[in-house]
């Protein structure tokens, strides 16, 4: 199937468990992305990686990391999350050359933590 | 970085035009974006502009004005399916997006 997968849909997380959310891509982008969704809050970059074996930081960071091994998968990790990491968070490829380019969002995971 | 603006919430009657506004500051433009978003789903690309001026696509269109740091999103002929959450996002020079806060569009009968 063509796009994004992320897993899992949902989970409940009490609060100082750490958690991988997982993302992966068939689409052979070179670029990858983590955001979270908060009401009023859009959507904000927490992670990001250009290519194979590089990331970086994007707007709200902290208690975040990302690893990119290959191309297709692009973990998110919560070393020990805290409630208000309680969000939906997209996964997002794309290429980076010129032109449109769009990204292309997987389903989400909701995630709550307590 | 990048501050960008659009209204919270619009409401608007089947058939009719709905335009929604986005206004940005930003360092290293490098195009502006508009997505839908459905209730629980996740974004989908409706447009984009990187040169001043109107793209049409079928009953959406995307305006921008690089001078003014302005956008807008046109929906002609409204219809149900369109009330979702509108995303404007502006890519800079290293291909990450900044997304303003939604504005959120309710058709009624």
């Known amino acids: 199937i063509a796009g994004i997968t992320q897993a899992p849909t949902s989970q409940i997380l009490a609060a100082g468990r750490r958690m991988t959310l997982r993302c992966t891509q068939d689409?052979?982008?070179?670029?990858m992305y983590w955001y979270r969704q908060d009401l009023g809050l859009g959507l904000r970059l927490i992670h990001y990686s250009n290519t194979a074996g590089t990331t970086g930081k994007g707007e709200v960071p902290d208690g975040y990391s990302v690893s990119r091994a290959n191309t297709d998968d692009f973990p998110l990790t919560l070393a020990s999350a805290v409630p208000s990491q309680t969000s939906v968070y997209f996964c997002?490829?794309?290429?980076?050359?010129?032109?449109?380019?769009?990204?292309?969002f997987g389903p989400g995971t909701r995630l709550t933590v307590l | 970085g990048q501050n960008i603006d659009q209204p919270t919430e619009m409401t608007a009657t089947e058939g009719a035009i709905v335009q929604i506004n986005c206004t940005y500051q930003?360092?290293?433009?490098?195009?502006l974006f508009w997505y839908q978003q459905h209730a629980g789903e996740a974004p989908t690309f409706l447009s984009y502009n990187v040169l001043d001026g109107l793209e049409e696509k079928g009953r959406f269109s995307s305006f921008l004005s690089r001078s003014k740091g302005y956008s807008y999103l046109l929906l002609k002929e409204l219809q149900m399916k369109d009330s979702a959450s509108y995303l404007c996002a502006v890519r800079d020079s290293d291909y990450k997006l900044s997304f303003g806060a939604g504005t959120t569009v309710t058709v009624r009968a």
């Open positions: 997002a490829s794309s290429e980076i050359i010129s032109g449109a380019n769009e990204q292309f």
């Open positions: 930003t360092s290293g433009f490098n195009g």
């Open positions: 689409m052979r982008h070179n670029a």
